[in-house]
C-alpha cells in the first residue's frame, strides 16, 4: 500500500512534465519559424534591387530608355560592360580600392589590436578614463574632422596618393572596442605566465594574444575592408587623378561620360558589388566566429 501511495505522485507528474516539455518545443518550432521568415522576407529586400540592377545591364540600350523599369529582355547583351571597360578607368579604379582597402585594413588591425591590448591587459593609472574619452570619440561625426584633415594632408603633399586616402581611415575607435571585449576575455593567468617567462609586452602580444584571436581579427578585417571599399566621401576630397580614384568615386564619372545611361550605371554598381559579395561569401564563418567571440550579441 505505501509503495503504491508513493509512486501515484509520480505518475502524476509525468504526464505534466511532458504537456510543458510539448508547448516549450512547439513554441521553439513556431519562434524559428517566424525568425526563417524575417530572414527571407530581409533578404528578398536585399536581393531585389541587385537583382534589377544586373537584370537592366544587360538589356539594350533602347529598351532601358522605352521601359527603365522592366525585368526582362529578349535581346540580352554585355555592351554596357564592354563601353565601361572601354571608355572607363575600371583596371584602376578596381586597383586603387584594393590597395587603399586592404593597406587601411592591416594598419588598422595592427593599430587598433595594439591599443586594444594595452588598454585590456596592462594597468596604468588614467586607463579607464582614456578609454571612456576613446569611446566618447564615438560620437564626433567624421565630418567634423575632414576639413582640418585635408589641410594637413594637403600641407604634407599626400593629395592624390594612396596615403592621403589610407592614413585618416586607419583611427576607427570600433576596431579598438571589438578588440578590447575579446582581449578581455583571454585569462588573466595566461597573460601573468607569459610575464613569469620573461616575455615582454610585445612579445607576449604577438606569441600569445594574437594566435588566440584569429576570429576577431578576421572580423575586424572583413568589416573595414568593405567600409573602406565603399567609402566615397573622403577619397572624393583628397583625389582629383582620374587614376588615382577609388572604385566608388571613379563610378560617379560614369554619368558625366555617358549622360544618363541606365545600363552602364547599372552594370557600374554590379560590378562594384561583387568583390564585397565575394568577401562576405567567403568568410562569412569568420564574422560569425568573430562576433561570437567579442560577446557582441
Known amino acids: 500500500m505505501t509503495a503504491t501511495l508513493t509512486e501515484q505522485p509520480a505518475a502524476t507528474q509525468q504526464p505534466a512534465t511532458s504537456a510543458v516539455t510539448g508547448r516549450t518545443r512547439d513554441s521553439e518550432k513556431l519562434f524559428n519559424r517566424i525568425a526563417l521568415g524575417v530572414v527571407i522576407a530581409l ?3 536585399w536581393l531585389v534591387p541587385l537583382l534589377w540592377a544586373l537584370a537592366t545591364s544587360v538589356r539594350p540600350a ?4 522605352t521601359d527603365p523599369t522592366g525585368w526582362f529582355t529578349a535581346h540580352p547583351t554585355l555592351s554596357a560592360y564592354g563601353d565601361l571597360f572601354a571608355k572607363g578607368k575600371l583596371p584602376y579604379w578596381y586597383a586603387n580600392s584594393f590597395i587603399t582597402s586592404a593597406l587601411t585594413t592591416v594598419l588598422t588591425v595592427v593599430a587598433g589590436s595594439l591599443a586594444a591590448f594595452a588598454l585590456s591587459q596592462t594597468r596604468f ?6 578609454y571612456l574619452l576613446l ?7 567624421g565630418q567634423v574632422l575632414m576639413i582640418p584633415q585635408f589641410l594637413t594632408l594637403q600641407e604634407a603633399g599626400l593629395l592624390n596618393t594612396y596615403w592621403g586616402v589610407v592614413l585618416p581611415q586607419v583611427p576607427n575607435v570600433v576596431a579598438v572596442f571589438v578588440f578590447k571585449q575579446f582581449f578581455d576575455g583571454i585569462p588573466r593567468e595566461l597573460i601573468d605566465a607569459a610575464r613569469a617567462d620573461g616575455a615582454g609586452y610585445l612579445r607576449t602580444y604577438w606569441q600569445i594574444v594574437m594566435p588566440v584571436s584569429k576570429p576577431v581579427v578576421s572580423a575586424v578585417s572583413i568589416f573595414v575592408f568593405v567600409g573602406v ?5 573622403w577619397p572624393l576630397l583628397v583625389v582629383t587623378d582620374p587614376e588615382m580614384m577609388t572604385l566608388p568615386v571613379g563610378l560617379t564619372s560614369v554619368q558625366d561620360v555617358f549622360g544618363v545611361p541606365y545600363a552602364q550605371l547599372m552594370a557600374s554598381c554590379v560590378l562594384g558589388a561583387i568583390p564585397l559579395i565575394a568577401v562576405f561569401t567567403l568568410f562569412q564563418r569568420h564574422i560569425v566566429e568573430g562576433i561570437q567571440g567579442t560577446g557582441l550579441k
Do not use: D, T, Y
Request: no cysteine; aromatic share 8%.
Open 229 to 233: 571599399w565603399n567609402n566615397f566621401l
Open 43 to 45: 533578404a528578398v529586400l
Open 125 to 130: 593609472r588614467g586607463r579607464r578614463s582614456m
Open 135 to 141: 569611446l566618447a570619440g564615438l560620437m564626433v561625426p
Open 62 to 65: 533602347q529598351e532601358v530608355v
